[in-house]
C-alpha cells in the first residue's frame, strides 16, 4: 500500500521560501517516479518538478533556477525546495508516483499515486 503525505505550505512574501516534503510509505523510491504538481485555483493541474530514477531531474521552464527536487538517501522522503517565490505560484501542491518500469510519465494522467495537497501563498 502506497500512501504519500505532503507538508510545509504556508504564507510567504514574494522573494521568500519554502520546504515542501512528502512522506513516503509503502514505496520504494528506486523504483518509482517521483514528481510535484500544483494546481491554481481555476487552473487544471500542472508538473512542477519530476525527479526520474535514471534521468537527471526535470523542471518546467519558469521554475528552473528557482525550485530544486530532491529525496533523502533512503527514499522515505522528497522534497521541493522553492526560492525566490512569486505570487504566481500561489497552488495547492502535490507529490505523485508511479512505478518506474523504464520510463516515467510525460503527462499528469500517467501519474497513479497522489497525496493530499499542501497549500502555498504568495503575497505581493
Known amino acids: 500500500q502506497v500512501q504519500l503525505v505532503e507538508s510545509g505550505g504556508g504564507s510567504v512574501q514574494a522573494g521568500g521560501s519554502l520546504r515542501l516534503s512528502c512522506v513516503a510509505s509503502?514505496?520504494?523510491?528506486?523504483?518509482?517516479?517521483l514528481a510535484w504538481f500544483r494546481q491554481a485555483p481555476g487552473k487544471e493541474r500542472e508538473e512542477v518538478a519530476r525527479l526520474d530514477p535514471i534521468d537527471k531531474p526535470n523542471y518546467a521552464a519558469s521554475m528552473k533556477g528557482r525550485f530544486t527536487i530532491s529525496k533523502d538517501g533512503a527514499g522515505m522522503m522528497l522534497y521541493l525546495q522553492m526560492n525566490d517565490l512569486k505570487p504566481e505560484d500561489t497552488a495547492t501542491y502535490y507529490c505523485a508516483a508511479e512505478e518506474y518500469l523504464g520510463y516515467c510519465p510525460r503527462t499528469l494522467g500517467g501519474y497513479s499515486v497522489w497525496g493530499q495537497g499542501t497549500q502555498v501563498t504568495v503575497s505581493s
Open positions: 509503502g514505496l520504494a523510491s528506486s523504483n518509482y517516479c
